[in-house]
């Protein structure tokens, strides 16, 4: 969480010389933020694209601890079907199992090779973050779940 951070919330009269003339309703990315990106990158101010905005509070959107805000959920399905949480794997030693949907995962691995065949197994990816991943199976698949369904966890 970060207190006190500030924002600059873009202008579109500040922004017309510098965006493209027609922007899309669905393409923000590409239409606006995408190039005033590119002329911040060549020196241009942030803060001449519109007015500073404080922010008192962004909740990140990671699971940290027991007590936060955010709620653990698959923010990602990788191509092998493995499913990547926002609970960071700080945490490992605190969780005993989690479940997606009418799934329990309770098996712990260090590593995929280590992990038995067509089981549901709890590992920290490279990213830091738990998964849940299935050797030699696509985890999203068997258990059924999808980006955004909830991780309900139980801890140690």
């Given amino acids: 969480d970060q207190k006190n951070a500030e924002a600059v919330q873009v202008d579109p009269v500040k922004t017309k010389d510098f965006i493209l003339r027609e922007v899309s309703s669905t393409f923000h990315g590409r ?22 905005v404080r922010l008192d509070h962004i909740p990140s959107p990671f699971v940290s601890a027991k007590s936060g805000t955010s709620k653990p959920l698959v923010i990602h399905v990788d191509h092998f079907g493995n499913l990547v949480s926002n609970i960071s794997g700080t945490l490992a030693k605190e969780i005993q199992t989690l479940a997606v949907g ?55």
């Fill in 31 to 52: 239409d606006i933020f995408a190039p005033l990106a590119a002329h911040i990158s060549l020196g241009k101010r942030i803060q001449s694209f519109g007015v500073r």
């Fill in 102 to 156: 009418k799934a329990l995962v309770n098996r712990w691995t260090q590593n995929y090779d280590d992990a038995p065949d067509k089981t549901p197994c709890m590992i920290v990816g490279s990213g830091g973050l738990i998964e849940i991943v299935v050797k030699k199976d696509h985890a999203a698949k068997l258990l059924g779940a999808a980006v955004g369904m909830p991780v309900t966890i139980y801890w140690a």
